[in-house]
């Protein structure tokens, strides 16, 4: 069963950092692209950031210049670097991962979202 957790969301002031992580677990492919979503109360989830297996990154334009997706180091995993918060960043924000083959199927899985609440 393939699991996506997420952590590092948490209460920062306007203008701080926070470094949200993502791990998966439960599947011995490597995910093509993975990625971070954001909802806000009442909406539907937005894209934040996304990275394929190749590297290339995809903003939205709200969190351009401010914050950067990586992959890391180990399989399956991701990071989303957050610089100069916003009030309107305050969103839960989940991990997303694009895992399959041709032989398998491929599917997107969810982590469980993380909150990240901007104070001012």
């Known amino acids: 069963q393939v699991q996506l957790v997420e952590s590092g969301g948490g209460l920062v002031q306007t203008g701080g950092s926070l470094r949200l992580s993502c791990a998966t677990s439960?599947?011995?492919?490597?995910?093509?692209?993975m990625g971070w979503y954001r909802q806000f109360p009442g909406k539907e989830r937005d894209l934040v950031a996304i990275?394929?297996?190749?590297?290339?990154?995809n903003y939205a334009d709200s969190v351009k210049g401010r914050f950067t997706i990586s992959g890391g180091n180990v399989k399956n995993s991701v990071f989303l670097q957050m610089d100069n918060l916003k009030i309107e960043d305050t969103a839960v924000y989940y991990c997303?991962?694009?895992?399959?083959?041709?032989?398998?199927?491929?599917?997107?899985?969810w982590g469980q979202g993380t909150q990240v609440t901007v104070s001012s």
């Open positions: 990275i394929s297996g190749a590297g290339a990154r």
């Open positions: 439960g599947t011995p492919l490597v995910a093509d692209v």
């Open positions: 997303t991962a694009r895992i399959g083959s041709v032989a398998t199927g491929i599917e997107n899985y």
